[in-house]
T-cell receptor, first 114, second 112 residues
Framework: NAGVIQTPRHKVTGKGQEATLWCEPI?????VFWYRQTIVQGLEFLTY????????DSGMPKERFSAQMPNQSHSTLKIQSTQPQDSAVYLC????????????FGKGTRLTVV | GDSVTQTEGPVTLSEGTSLTVNCSYE??????LFWYVQYPGEGPQLLFK?????EKGSNRGFEATYNKEATSFHLQKASVQESDSAVYYC???????????FGDGTVLTVKP
């Protein structure tokens, strides 16, 4: 079990460019979560999927951020027109089911917008 | 909405001394409470969870009791080790969901 895999581990983008972050959940897990971690805001929930369907995106910024889960083996978080304030560590997590409270996190992608 | 407040860090201790990290929460749900630990370059890892009020969770010498009346879930360890140096997060999960609300984290440094 390789755990939740996130790629890339580090990404640097120029202001205004697009960034796509990838997540491969643990095989067999049906729930996938995205969180953002910053020094100022801490760990913030962004969105989650159950069986590939979006269930709760209440933490997603209304503009420029989107998440998809095209199949059970990966999810993407896309940020359009990146801004310096988007710089953060983006964490993906998965759990066996959406009612399972034991969630496993990946190592995160550190996004730096210059 | 849900919220979690925990001891502001950083906390610096000498090896062998005791640790308490305070955690209080607000919610209208019947939550599961968690302590997570995060090491540099890693994602948060579950230390332990407690789904029911008045029960205690423990792992690796750390323990916490889910106190529903006081809405608290304080983390304690009798004797810390240098390897315990990390960031500790108290978190709240809704009933039957993996969605978590985290506290701000407490940075613990243990000196030999």
């Amino acid at each position: 079990n390789a755990g939740v895999i996130q790629t890339p581990r580090h990404k640097v983008t120029g202001k205004g460019q697009e960034a796509t972050l990838w997540c491969e959940p643990i095989s067999g897990h049906s729930a996938v979560f995205w969180y953002r971690q910053t020094i100022v805001q801490g760990l913030e929930f962004l969105t989650y999927f159950r069986n590939q369907a979006p269930i709760d995106d209440s933490g997603m910024p209304k503009e420029r951020f989107s998440a998809q889960m095209p199949n059970q083996s990966h999810s993407t978080l896309k940020i359009q027109s990146t801004q310096p304030q988007d710089s953060a560590v983006y964490l993906c997590a998965s759990s066996l089911t959406s009612t399972d409270t034991e969630v496993f996190f990946g190592k995160g992608t550190r996004l730096t917008v210059v | 909405g849900d919220s979690v407040t925990q001891t502001e860090g950083p906390v610096t201790l000498s090896e062998g001394t005791s640790l308490t990290v305070n955690c209080s929460y607000e919610t209208k749900q019947y939550p599961t409470l968690f302590w997570y630990v995060q090491y540099p370059g890693e994602g948060p890892q579950l230390l332990f969870k407690v789904p029911k009020a008045n029960e205690k969770g423990s792992n690796r010498g750390f323990e916490a009791t889910y106190n529903k009346e006081a809405t608290s879930f304080h983390l304690q360890k009798a004797s810390v080790q240098e390897s315990d140096s990390a960031v500790y997060y108290c978190a709240l999960g809704g009933t039957n969901t993996g969605k978590l609300t985290f506290g701000d984290g407490t940075v613990l440094t243990v000196k030999p």
